[in-house]
């Protein structure tokens, strides 16, 4: 499917307009792959659908860097929401749009999943140590996705409780869903030697999360959420214990332990 870029400034923020134009023949292939290079520009390469339905999307980026993509309510701008968006609240940023899917990438480890893409307009914000970045894409009102995944394990994130397998499977795919009313941003660690997995949760729990030692910092598994979003994805984790993480709006957060094998 070919795609025509347009390109605005927007005082320190460089807006990226990417039109998707049907080709005679075209087929969707449920994948797309977002790649933001050194240039600050972002591209669409492959079979990327312009229709509903579940697409496997995979962020490519230059340097380590945090995005955003959000269905923005009809009448929002993407060029101010991206001023906005790493100033509000997660749960404020809800009031211009649902968010898709959100997370972390460098370089050699694209971020990768899968979601059920609605109609509307799509905005994806980046931010890193360059100004913000945004780019946008329409998906219409026509079917034209994959279909759903089957994954290996759910993990559901709801306003009192975080739920999942307590054994997984290294590389297998993980439905992560959002059952509650509040928007989550799910991490994964690893606890030093010396303090157990299961005392780490009890601290993390009563707001004390300044307290736990990790042994190296817990990485985003899952980025910020709406409610009632699902991603699929597959993460590359070692075999161990793990702790899983969603830090709540009081300070507290909703743990559960894991082992990967």
Do not use: C
């Not at 492959?46 to 380590?64: C, E, F, L, M, N």
């Amino acid at each position: 499917m070919p795609l025509r870029l347009t390109r605005a400034a927007l005082g320190a923020l460089t807006v990226l307009t990417v039109l998707l134009l049907p080709a005679a023949g075209a087929r969707a292939e449920g994948q797309s792959t977002i790649t933001l290079d050194d240039s600050r520009l972002i591209t669409i390469d492959g079979a990327q659908s312009d229709g509903y339905g579940y697409i496997r999307t995979t962020v490519k980026v230059y340097r380590p860097t945090e995005f955003i993509l959000v269905r923005l309510k009809p009448g929002k701008d993407s060029g101010y929401f991206a001023n906005l968006a790493y100033k509000l609240s997660p749960q404020k940023l809800t009031t211009w749009g649902t968010l898709v899917l959100s997370g972390t990438a460098r370089p050699g480890a694209p971020y990768v999943a899968t979601t059920s893409l609605t109609p509307g307009w799509h905005a994806l914000v980046v931010r890193g140590r360059d100004p913000y970045v945004a780019g946008g894409f329409t998906v219409s009102s026509e079917p034209d996705g994959g279909s759903r995944p089957e994954p290996a394990a759910i993990v559901r994130l709801g306003d009192g409780a975080l739920t999942a397998p307590a054994k997984l499977t290294a590389g297998s795919l993980l439905e992560v869903v959002n059952d509650g009313g509040q928007v989550h941003d799910l991490r994964i660690g690893r606890v030093a030697a010396g303090q157990s997995p299961a005392t780490a949760a009890k601290l993390l729990k009563a707001g004390r999360g300044g307290e736990v030692r990790w042994s190296g910092s817990p990485r985003t598994l899952v980025g910020w959420t709406s409610p009632r979003v699902a991603q699929f994805i597959a993460p590359r984790l070692a075999a161990g214990r793990y702790l899983l993480v969603s830090g709540r709006p009081d300070g507290s957060a909703l743990t559960r332990v894991v082992t990967v094998s």
